[in-house]
């Protein structure tokens, strides 16, 4: 399971067209060169086949204050497809799980959240197919 990301403060919170690229280079190694990195070091328990799982969050939309970590979620998003790509033919499956804002540490962490959670609701698959009373509530941190 693959649930690592990261990104400098200067990389979100609406600083993306003044974020340096040494912060931008961290988020990109941090949060998607690092599935490949698990991966290869994983691959001799998959001897005989297995799963990689990872943890993403949509990176088709540009979302509010996500900034740099909206490109970095893309490029982990490539990097699971890539893997899957090469490791098929060992019987090794690479999938990624969205389950759109978590209320987590992590969220913590990025400037305006309640705000990216909030459009979530507009944007989400759920959004316009089903009533808020039939739609489940956005999952929350059990931390």
């Given at each position: 399971?693959?649930?690592?990301?990261?990104?400098?403060?200067?990389?979100?919170?609406?600083?993306?067209?003044?974020?340096?690229?040494?912060?931008?280079?961290?988020?990109?190694?941090?949060?998607?060169?690092?599935?490949?990195?698990?991966?290869?070091?994983?691959?001799?328990?998959?001897?005989?086949?297995?799963s990689?799982?990872?943890?993403?969050?949509?990176?088709?939309?540009?979302?509010?204050?996500?900034?740099?970590?909206?490109?970095?979620?893309?490029?982990?998003?490539?990097?699971?497809?890539?893997?899957?790509?090469?490791?098929?033919?060992?019987?090794?499956?690479?999938?990624?799980?969205?389950?759109?804002?978590?209320?987590?540490?992590?969220?913590k962490?990025?400037?305006?959240?309640?705000?990216?959670?909030?459009?979530w609701?507009?944007?989400?698959?759920?959004?316009?197919?089903?009533?808020?009373?039939?739609?489940?509530?956005?999952?929350?941190?059990?931390?």
């Amino acid at each position: 399971m693959h649930s690592i990301g990261f990104a400098p403060a200067d990389a979100l919170g609406g600083n993306f067209l003044n974020t340096p690229f040494e912060s931008v280079a961290t988020a990109m190694h941090v949060s998607a060169f690092s599935l490949k990195s698990l991966t290869t070091a994983c691959l001799p328990l998959m001897q005989n086949g297995g799963s990689v799982v990872g943890l993403t969050f949509d990176a088709s939309f540009a979302w509010p204050q996500y900034d740099w970590m909206g490109p970095a979620k893309a490029a982990l998003e490539a990097t699971s497809r890539y893997l899957a790509r090469d490791l098929g033919k060992q019987n090794i499956r690479c999938n990624l799980v969205s389950a759109g804002p978590l209320g987590s540490m992590a969220a913590k962490s990025i400037p305006g959240f309640s705000e990216l959670a909030s459009v979530w609701d507009n944007r989400s698959p759920w959004s316009g197919t089903s009533t808020t009373r039939s739609r489940p509530a956005r999952p929350s941190s059990p931390c």
